[in-house]
């Protein structure tokens, strides 16, 4: 037999006994599922019902990105690298607070033109429990306001903080597309808070990348390099025209052909020079150094030819010589004829000077005049180069001047084309469609809440029936008293106070019963 003192031993959990602890705390279990379902139906009951209206919008590349990439026409990844960049800048302008801020005036001027029907006794014992709850929550802050710990928003920042949160931007992977939604507990607000945001978000796109004040820059530059080319035109014609030159290119061969051809002239003028002085110099030597008659060198004269003079010379020379072979060198005879032949000598030397200075003298004048006139117009040829320098930088200051007064105007055709643009709504990004109220919520879910609250209920009944089962330190069958109490059990006397001591319907039924369960029992 064992004793009282040995441990209790607990035999293996079987269906049966799981059945019999649900249905000894049958009705707590159901009153615990019951409470869980009715909370999820209060909770469904006080949040009501949430719509989604949602609206794409397409994002292209537009001008104002074109512009951007002019520079890097020859570099068209340039576009795909930055796409999705672009794509953040316009996600970063939808959900600018900003953007809520224009939208409140027209969703709030939307309300008060909708028709107000009267609300159901439910709806208006709704919203004055939310009220009641917000007052609430609003005096528990007000010490946390007085210390500032908290700050107080005005009822235009609680609206624009709520429709803020309500707004959701994503955007959509591999695609060029955004999409747009608003939460709303009235499908028909939720659509036109919507199409409210998208078409903000056009005019404040449009208001972005405007180009007035470009455009104004660029006309004030048109009309500054308009002047200035205007200058640079008339700088360079009047250069042209103080300096004579109309065109440079034939003005600086026609120079360096008349150099050219002076220069041969002077190098021939020199030549001729030089020979006359030599052949006057040679005359000279012949004269002076020697007694030898003087040849007749080419003078280029018509006066040149002294043959008779040569003749009457050699014959005088003949007959000198014929004379001293009867005669000596100091007779009268030969001295004579020698002082004949120093006359004659004499007579061809001054003849032949007298020839070649004054050509000597016109050569040197010649070589002179072309010396002069070869400066004059090497001079002129280094004027002219100078002046093509200085023609060439006028040149290239007009050229840049109206190169910049081109691209301003350029610049400016495309400004103008895009206000106009602008002013007719035409952008780069398109609204696929104008949100529609959506026909089911799309929060809370339901079926999932109720489903999910049903479980919980589950679980917590269960929880409690075997808690409670855990800490009942009753017995329930004859294996559980012999276990723990170590004796026998001779037989079980059902306690039931309330039907015993009655004589009522119960009472009699249940005699009836006690035999059937205590044999059950045993």
């Known amino acids: 037999m064992t004793t009282a003192s040995q441990p209790r031993e607990y035999s293996p959990v079987t269906v049966r006994d799981i059945l019999y602890v649900l249905f000894k705390y049958k009705w707590q279990f159901v009153l615990i599922f019951l409470v869980a379902v009715a909370g999820a139906v209060g909770y469904l009951l006080y949040v009501g019902q949430t719509y989604t209206a949602e609206t794409k919008i397409l994002v292209l590349m537009g001008n104002e990105r074109a512009q951007a990439l002019e ?19 316009e996600i970063e302008i939808l959900t600018d607070k900003n953007l809520t801020y224009a939208v409140l005036p027209k969703i709030e001027k939307w309300l008060a033109d909708q028709p107000h029907p009267p609300l159901s006794v439910w709806k208006r014992m709704r919203n004055w429990i939310k009220d009641q709850f917000k007052n609430f929550v609003e005096l528990l802050k007000k010490p946390l306001y007085a210390i500032g710990l908290m700050v107080q928003l005005t009822p235009e920042q609680k609206l624009v903080l709520a429709y803020y949160a309500s707004l959701d931007v994503q955007f959509l992977d591999q695609t060029d597309v955004i999409k747009l939604s608003f939460k709303s507990q009235s499908p028909q607000l939720a659509a036109f808070a919507a199409n409210a945001y998208a078409e ?35 700088t360079l014609e009047e250069f042209r025209a103080g300096n004579e030159i109309s065109n440079l290119d034939v003005q600086k061969e ?64 003949a007959q000198r010589d014929r004379q001293l072979e009867t005669h000596t060198r100091q007779s009268r005879e030969v001295k004579s004829l020698e002082e004949q032949l120093g006359r004659l000598r004499e007579q061809k030397y001054l003849t ?9 003298e016109s050569a040197t004048h010649r070589r002179d005049e072309l010396s002069a006139e070869l400066a004059r117009k090497r001079a002129s040829l280094a ?37 106009a643009l602008n ?32 479980v919980m209920g589950v679980f917590l009944g269960f929880t409690y029936a075997t808690v409670a089962e855990y800490f009942d330190h009753g017995f ?43 044999g059950v029992r045993r």
């Open 254 to 317: 026609l120079y360096l052909r008349e150099i050219a051809r002076l220069d041969n002239e002077y190098r021939k003028a020199l030549l001729t020079l030089e020979d006359l002085n030599l052949k006057l110099k040679s005359i000279r030597s012949v004269y002076k150094d020697t007694s030898e008659w003087i040849p007749t060198p080419d003078v280029g004269s018509k006066y040149s030819d002294m043959s008779s003079l040569d003749s009457h010379f050699f014959d005088t020379l």
């Open 383 to 419: 004027t002219l180069e100078q002046s093509t320098m200085r023609l060439k930088q006028l040149e290239r200051t007009r050229d840049i001047v109206e190169t910049s007064y081109r691209d301003y105007k350029a610049k400016a055709e495309d400004f103008r084309i895009n206000r």
């Open 352 to 360: 032949l000077r007298n020839l070649l200075t004054p050509q000597i």
């Open 476 to 518: 329930r069958r004859r294996d559980d008293v012999e276990s723990t109490l170590g004796i026998p059990l001779l037989a079980t006397i059902a306690r039931l106070p309330e039907l015993a001591g009655s004589g009522g319907p119960w009472a009699r039924l249940w005699r009836r019963l006690r035999p059937v369960h205590a």
């Open 71 to 89: 520079a890097s026409a020859n570099k068209p990844n340039v576009v795909f690298a930055e796409r999705n960049q672009n794509i953040n800048d």
């Open 200 to 234: 903000e978000y056009v005019e404040r796109r449009i208001a972005i990348h405007g180009t007035e004040n470009s455009e104004d820059f660029y006309r004030d530059q048109i009309g500054l390099f308009e002047q200035k080319l205007a200058d640079a035109e008339k």
């Open 423 to 454: 002013a007719r709504r035409i952008t780069s990004v398109r609204v696929l469609g104008r949100a529609l109220p959506p026909e089911k919520p799309s929060a809370p879910w339901t079926s999932i809440i109720l489903g999910l609250a049903g």
